[in-house]
């Protein structure tokens, strides 16, 4: 067992973990953080979607101890107490889902997006940058309408992921 520390969603963690421990594993099972999902084992669905010093990752295929040390973002961290992020605002008035499943991690990705390329997405670029994250339900298209009224409202307000 190694002894890990990092930052998660704005506090300060530590716990032991076995070499081959995914950083998703850490998250979920040392830290119960289970709004990041497992959807695949093949690296191709994007639902375990983080943010890794300010980087969208897919926490499945990294280790934990490669995060030693790291600034982590999760979906829980991402609203200001009851205030949702403008991001998941905009996929519940959007109805950008449906079971849910793939909800977080394309929440994730798509913080990272606007982060990445500005506020102002065409329906193309979302698309594409989506293109590792499968919805299993919606057909995408309230997914994309989401993220285009998500991305606008972040860069109304400015905002970026809650904490960095
Ligand atoms: S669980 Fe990570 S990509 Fe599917
Ligand atoms: S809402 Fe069910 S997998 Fe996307």
Redesign the pocket.
Request: proline share 0%.
């Given at each position: 067992m190694t002894t890990i520390s990092m930052t998660v969603n704005g506090k300060a963690v530590t716990g032991n973990v076995e070499p081959r421990t995914l950083l998703v594993q850490f998250l979920r099972e040392n830290l119960r953080l289970t709004g990041t999902h497992v959807g695949c084992d093949t690296s191709q669905c994007g639902a375990c979607v983080v943010h890794v010093d300010g980087a969208a990752v897919k926490s499945c295929t990294m280790l934990a101890v490669s995060c030693d040390g790291s600034n982590v973002t999760t979906i829980e961290g991402l609203a200001n107490g009851a205030e949702l992020h403008p991001m998941q605002a905009a996929f519940r008035e959007h109805h950008g889902?449906?079971?849910?499943?793939?909800?977080p991690g394309?929440i994730m990705s798509a913080v990272d997006m606007v982060n990445r390329l500005g506020p102002d997405l065409d329906e193309k670029t979302i698309r594409e940058e989506l293109e590792g994250n499968i919805?299993?339900?919606?057909g995408y298209h309230n997914i994309v309408k989401a993220v285009e009224a998500g991305a606008q409202a972040m860069g109304a307000t400015g905002q970026r992921v809650a904490a960095e």
């Open positions: 889902l449906q079971c849910g499943f793939c909800t394309m919805c299993r339900c919606t």
